[in-house]
């Protein structure tokens, strides 16, 4: 008899997670491998939760999350997303990993097909997979900072397609993209009776440009997900949300049910907190994860490389100059003790390429980078 299910069996493991941890068996290596801020969570919020634990906010909660917190995050995603919403269409979620699990499993029947952004995050593929869904890549326009090909989405749309995943800023390239772009894939999704998924755990880690999020169109086919991980370096107290359109939440509220209750009692004090508290170290991590991109940027450059400066998120594509990238990022790990993502795991067209996180104290981010030129000068710069 084998030991897991034939569908659990065909669930890929996330190419992030092997590199951490690979990297944690190196002691002192320069982890450039991570999306996770390297900041403390806001004093305010920890002490928030601190207070709401030490007052008895310790049992469960309704499923779909507190009453003021979902009154916080519908105002919120009226105020700053433009999303016309009230508390019931939103769900307080694990993080946006458990946003995007739960609203797949209320969209999604085994054999569905989800289209997603090649190179994308790698949860998305194996979010699908542990449905019995299978994840159909689109290719992102590399020629054109990974823009989206619209005509590329069109062809990928089969009979089986229930949804595709957007995901601007985007992990790893990330680009963010142009309203125009984002209006037209919502009509394209509308047009063939398709849900739009769209990811927006970055909207706070923008450069240049702005965030959108499709469901201001106003659409009814847009499910949006949402998470206070990156935005106020909460990544540990796993707290995100779904807004979903007419009734639907409803339903991502039920699928939460049966995965987890609800979300962390504790951790809803605290995002409470940290959505109706100062928002100024919003800015402030965004400002660092910029004042970081450009000297990264800039480090590379005058090494003789020259990525694509990322408009949002906080990560960077370096390119291995021919080298295999997953040979190169274990080289990278094993001989210059530097922990990177090898671009592969992002799908084919992160291929020739490693992720390099910026979320790292300057100076370990210098060091990593000058480790990672020396690792590429004798092949790729002789
Ligand atoms: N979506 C993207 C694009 C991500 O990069 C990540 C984490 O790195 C997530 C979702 C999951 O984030 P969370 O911590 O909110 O579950």
């Known amino acids: 008899m084998s030991a897991t299910s034939r569908r659990f069996a065909a669930v890929p493991r996330s190419g992030i997670r092997t590199v951490l941890e690979r990297a944690a068996r190196v002691p002192g290596a320069v982890r450039l491998d991570a999306g996770d801020p390297c900041f403390a969570t806001p004093a305010h919020i920890v002490e928030a939760a601190l207070r709401a634990a030490a007052a008895g906010r310790t049992h469960y909660t309704p499923s779909a999350g507190v009453a003021p917190l979902r009154e916080l995050i519908a105002a919120k995603l009226a105020a700053r997303n433009g999303i016309a919403c009230g508390a019931d269409d939103v769900v307080v979620t694990a993080g946006a990993c458990g946003g995007l699990f739960v609203a797949m499993l209320v969209l999604l ?22 449905l019995g869904a299978r994840a159909v890549p689109y290719r992102l326009d590399a020629g054109r900072g990974f823009a989206l090909d619209l005509d590329e989405v069109a062809a990928r749309i089969g009979p089986r397609t229930r949804a595709i995943v957007l995901n601007s800023p985007s992990n790893p390239t990330g680009a963010v993209l142009e309203p125009a772009a984002i209006e037209a894939l919502v009509e394209l999704a509308q047009r063939n009776g398709v849900w739009l998924l769209s990811d927006e755990a970055y909207e706070d880690v923008v450069f240049e440009g702005e965030h959108r ?29 779904v807004a979903a359109p007419g009734g639907l939440a409803a339903s991502v509220a039920r699928a939460q049910e049966a995965v987890a209750s609800c979300v962390s009692s504790v951790s809803q004090a605290a995002a409470e907190a940290a959505l109706a508290g100062p928002q100024d170290a919003v800015a402030e991590m965004r400002e660092a994860y910029r004042s970081r991109r450009d000297e990264a940027v800039a480090q590379l450059a005058g090494a003789g490389l020259a990525p694509l400066p990322p408009r949002g998120a906080f990560y960077l594509l370096a390119a291995t100059g021919g080298e ?14 530097v922990a990177v993502v090898a671009g592969s795991a992002f799908g084919a067209g992160g291929r020739g390429s490693v992720r390099v996180s910026l979320c790292v104290e300057r100076e370990r981010l210098a060091t990593g980078l000058e480790r990672l030129v020396a690792a590429l000068r004798p092949r790729a710069l002789a």
Not at 109 to 130: F, K, M, Q
Not at 324 to 337: K, M, N, S, V
């Open 109 to 130: 029947d085994a054999g569905d097909e989800v289209l997603v952004p090649d190179p994308g995050w790698t949860g998305y593929p194996t979010l699908a997979a542990s």
């Open 324 to 337: 295999d990238d997953a040979l190169f990022a274990q080289r990278l790990l094993d001989e210059h003790e």
């Open 213 to 241: 999020s499709p469901a201001a169109t106003g659409a009814g086919n847009v499910v949006s997900v949402f998470t206070l991980s990156k935005s106020y370096a909460m990544t540990g107290w796993r707290i995100g949300y």
